[in-house]
């Protein structure tokens, strides 16, 4: 959980406008997201207070306004590649992705996203039989040697970063399926803002995927859990399966069960 930086002061309501501000500004570096209602509670004042400073700070371009709170216009946009994101929660991922395997069943149709961890569930299908769909040149690689799968590759255009395919035309190619399971990783799994990741591009198709599938499930390690990225996905009554490894509170676990997601950690 990340750390709050505490109001300075006697009294909070007693700060002047611009010190809070600034303790407002460092608590939405922080944390990369922030409520309107937590923030008053958090400094004490009414959320007519709070809204002022949102809008001073919004103004002054250091924060993005949302509906009941903001985002930090710092780090959201930003990408690590990935080889920087394979070197990063190994052993969680490598956790993640065996039950991801264990998940599909012989026969399975399958929609494989980018990223890291969909990786770890390609490693570890062994000889299981089934039909793997992806827009992932490596994952459709690390596929292709495997006998046991049928694969189908979408086109369209190369994003070196995430060895993507994206576009209207991985869109357009899209349409023409429709698959059991939909396995996704995310840089931003949140309650209140959903699933998102930093490219506008790869969100696009990252949708027509879950709208071709019967299930959508993200794998993601417990890093992920409550933080944001720049381009919203999906809310998340549209994930059916979440699978993550065992940094996440069980408090947490049960607040997306009581949501009617479906949650397996390793």
């Known amino acids: 959980m990340i750390e709050q930086v505490k109001p300075t002061g006697t009294r909070s309501e007693k700060m002047f406008a611009k010190e809070r501000q600034r303790t407002i500004l460092e608590n939405v570096k922080r944390q990369r997201v922030a409520t309107v209602s937590g923030l008053s509670k958090l400094f004490d004042v009414s959320e007519m207070t709070i809204r002022r400073d949102l809008e001073k700070l919004s103004d002054q371009g250091l924060i993005e306004r949302v509906h009941g709170g903001v985002l930090s216009i710092e780090g959201t946009a930003l990408e690590p590649t990935f080889h920087e994101k394979e070197t990063v929660h190994i052993e969680e991922k490598q956790r ?14 399958v929609c494989l996203g980018p990223g890291t961890t969909v990786m770890e569930i390609v490693r570890h299908l062994g000889k299981k039989r089934m039909t793997a769909l992806t827009n992932s040149l490596n994952i459709a690689y690390e596929l292709s040697a495997q006998s046991t799968v049928r694969l189908l590759v979408i086109g369209g255009e190369l994003r070196l970063g995430s060895y993507a395919m994206v ?17 996704v990783g995310v840089n931003g799994f949140s309650i209140e803002h959903g699933l998102t990741i930093p490219n506008p591009s790869e969100a696009a198709v990252y949708r027509a995927m879950m709208k071709l599938s019967k299930q959508t499930i993200v ?19 549209q994930v059916d399966k979440l699978i993550t490894d065992s940094g996440v509170s069980e408090e947490y676990v049960q607040k997306l069960r009581d ?3 479906e949650v397996m950690v390793v």
């Open 96 to 109: 993640i992705g065996k039950m991801g395997a264990f998940v599909i069943k012989e026969g399975d149709t």
């Open 167 to 183: 576009g209207s035309e991985t869109e357009e190619y899209l349409h023409r399926f429709y698959v059991d399971k939909f396995f």
């Open 219 to 237: 794998v993601v390690d417990h890093t992920k859990l409550e933080d944001v990225s720049f381009v919203k996905i999906a809310d998340l009554y």
């Open 259 to 261: 949501m009617d997601i």
